[in-house]
């Protein structure tokens, strides 16, 4: 080998190297992101933090994130934490459940796969968190959450861990994550859950496939056929999924872009992405004008109140990139709180479909605790209407206002209010007397908010001398019942297309059934294409295998 071409043998290996280490780049924003006013992305409603005890210098971390006030959220020189969530429990006390390792490891933050789950208590949502009683076992990336017959789970890769009290004896399982003849999206290492109406559990994966457990413990069943994240070119983890009284909601960060994505969905199973970012660095802001410019913000997780709505984010934090972090050296990370503006409480007191003929709307926005819409309210300001039109400062305006009690009802133009089938919600936004956001959602009139979920395994196809039999099992995971589906079989093997028509019974919610379809058909037993739709209704197919 020549001596210039060992140099450049040795120079392509280095680049390799650095891209393997690689922690970010930039990403470019699409131009309509310019437009949207406060209020049009998540990362408007995260409001500054009020002071938490002294502000510090004489602690870890680089210059970026000096002095800070080390009370909000856990940390300490001995242990590096990491991700963690926090439920606010009938003590009246805030608890974390977080993982960490001793700070002085030699690998540093590489020490996470020894990572162990601590459980942290605090009087205050914002901190600080102190760890209690023993260490619960080992794990990384927990989130914890409660069943509907009171007990307690605790997700982390690969395992999770079971009691009947928060301070109670822990035990360890494994959950039974079911494909069903799908392929697994990126892994099952950062799982987050959010339970449905019916006290079923809903998952999504770190690459983006939604799962449905009947009991929380009960086996997932990936119900998804592919991805429901962004359709952009992003390294997706650290997913979050949360429901309200109004729709379920996602944020997953692209990890490499250091941006992160807001979705919303009526079902858990088809989504929409919302315009501009989630969180970005910078978000660390305090009453008093202190800024932690932490280098990462992941694991983002949210603090829900009675009616499910965000009104604080917790997040994984660390000074510098994770290969840097060494032990016994001056970087670390710890897990911190950000207070979140709640959306508002609103009913739409029409009765029929709103649509773009509808000429006045009328809002109820309830009174709450701090909250007095006859006081609080700068009623130039609201507009209301699809969100595709209230993000970008257009919709209904304000036409008058009327007194229900403590409660108000806002009367708006429906000229430019945007709504058609594509949306399940109308959107407020506005400002307060004071100039600060205000915003919420609401469910539109004449919209069933419980659908049926059919979702079906893979067809087995067998051939006779002169028939073709074709079964395959399609159950509900939905909240109510299904009614007798008409659906479609496609089978594709190279140019040559096959569709078969069957017929799926009604289910009620969790039941399955076995479909069975006999013709004479020329069909390949292993075609390269196979999907199952439903004729009407449901958008997602029942089956896609490529």
Not at 17 to 34: G, L, M, S, T, Y
Not at 55 to 84: F, H, M, Q
Not at 85 to 110: F, Q, S, T
């Amino acid at each position: 080998m020549g001596l210039d071409r060992k140099y450049l043998l040795v120079l392509i290996c280095l680049v390799f190297a650095i891209k393997a280490v690689a922690q970010d780049i930039e990403r470019a924003r699409p131009e309509e992101w310019n437009e949207l006013v406060q209020g049009g992305r998540f990362m408007d409603r995260f409001l500054p933090i009020p002071t938490i005890g002294e502000l510090t210098s004489k602690t870890w971390g680089c210059e970026a994130v000096l002095p800070r006030y080390t009370d909000n959220g856990i940390e300490d020189n001995s242990w590096s934490y990491w991700g963690g969530n926090i439920m606010k429990l009938n003590d009246g006390k805030y608890h974390m459940i977080v993982c960490r390792w001793p700070e002085a490891a030699e690998k540093g933050h590489m020490e996470w796969p020894n990572s162990e789950i601590a459980h942290a208590v605090s009087n205050q949502s914002l901190g600080p968190y102190k760890v209690k009683g023993e260490t619960i076992g080992k794990g990384h990336n927990p989130e914890f959450f409660a069943l509907k017959d009171g007990r307690y789970v605790i997700y982390v890769v690969d395992a999770y861990y079971i009691a009947e009290k928060i301070d109670g004896q822990w035990q360890k399982s494994a959950f039974d994550f079911d494909s069903r003849d799908r392929k697994i999206i990126d892994g099952l290492s950062n799982v987050s859950f959010t339970q449905r109406e019916d006290g079923s559990y809903l998952a999504v994966c770190r690459g983006g496939g939604i799962w449905v457990s009947e009991t929380g413990i009960s086996p997932y069943c990936q119900v998804t056929n592919t991805t429901v994240y962004p359709p952009f070119d992003g390294r997706y983890e650290d997913p979050v999924i949360w429901k309200t009284n109004i729709q379920y909601h996602m944020i997953v960060n692209d990890w490499y872009g250091r941006i992160a994505y807001y979705l919303r969905s009526k079902d858990g199973i088809n989504w929409k992405v919302e315009p501009g970012e989630a969180y970005m660095p910078g978000i660390a802001r305090y009453e008093d004008g202190t800024v932690e410019d932490w280098y990462k913000f992941e694991r983002i997780k949210v603090l829900q109140d009675e009616y499910g709505r965000a009104y604080q984010a917790n997040f994984a934090v660390i000074d510098s990139s994770k290969w840097h972090d060494k032990g016994n050296d001056h970087h670390s990370s710890k897990n911190i709180s950000i207070p979140l503006i709640k959306g508002r409480l609103l009913t739409i007191l029409n009765k029929k479909q709103i649509t773009p003929k509808t000429s006045e709307i009328q809002v109820l926005i309830e009174a709450e605790q701090g909250f007095n819409p006859h006081e609080d309210i700068d009623i130039e300001s609201l507009r209301f209407g699809a969100s595709e039109e209230v993000n970008f400062g257009r919709g209904g305006k304000s036409l008058k206002t009327e007194k229900k009690g403590n409660d108000m009802v806002v009367y708006f133009q429906g000229q430019g209010n945007g709504l058609s089938e594509k949306n399940f919600v109308a959107k407020l936004i506005g400002k307060t007397t004071t100039g600060k956001l205000l915003f919420g959602y609401a469910r539109l009139p004449g919209l069933q908010y419980s659908d049926p979920i059919l979702s079906a395994r893979k067809p087995i196809i067998t051939r006779e001398e002169y028939k073709t039999n074709i079964e395959f099992e399609v159950q509900n995971f939905g909240g109510v019942d299904s009614d007798n589906t008409s659906v479609i079989l496609v089978f594709t093997t190279g140019e040559k297309t096959v569709k078969v028509f069957g017929k799926v019974p009604a289910l009620k919610p969790y039941q399955k059934t076995n479909v069975s379809i006999r013709e004479k058909l020329a069909l390949d037993s292993a075609p390269e294409h196979v999907e199952i739709l439903v004729e009407k209704g449901q958008k997602m197919p029942l089956f896609v295998q490529d």
